[in-house]
Each structure stands twice: as C-alpha cells, then as structure tokens.
C-alpha cells in the first residue's frame, strides 16, 4: 500500500465553505473511484487552514489509473472550480511504508 498525502492551504474566511462542499458533493465522487479514504484533517495549532487529507492505493500505477478516472468523471470537472476557489496552496506526497508499518 502507499499513501497519498494531500495538504491544501485553504483562503481566510473559506475553511467552512470548503468543508461544507467536501462533506455534501466532493467525498460523493470521489470516495466511489479514489476508494480508501484513511484521514481528513484540519490544523488546530501551528499553521492555520490547513485541510490534510489521505488516501490509500495498492501502488503508484493503481493510484494514476484512479485520479485519472476521477479527472475524467464529468461530475468532478464541474465541481471542482468550486472547490478550487476555496483553496490558496496545494502540497501533494506519496508515502510508503516501512516493514514494520500498522498500514502496509
């Protein structure tokens, strides 16, 4: 398994906005296609606005095939203008775990 680790700067004034399309559109299409959703975080302390996000793969070629299928789903190309104008920064990992990993 790997995992993908999505970190979104979201605008001042727009955390709610964006949680609230996540909540009620966004998870609707994506969690049928991407599959494992493993966490979604927002930040308490430190830098605030932030929204974390993971989603677990078998490995890097089923993660393109699913964001691939995602990025051609018409559902999700009119949704995201929506939920892009929340967001100022985007940061983007894959992560894979070591031997002695709970996740593998």
Sequence with gaps: MIVEERIYRIRSGKLKE???LV????LKIQQPILGTLIAYFVSEIGPLNH???MWGYEDLADRTRRRQELADDPRWQAFTPRLSACI???ENRI???TDFSPLK
């Design 51 to 53: 929204v974390v996000h």
């Design 88 to 90: 100022e920064a985007m």
């Design 18 to 20: 964006y949680l609230t």
């Design 95 to 97: 992560l894979l775990p």
């Design 23 to 26: 909540r009620e559109e966004g």
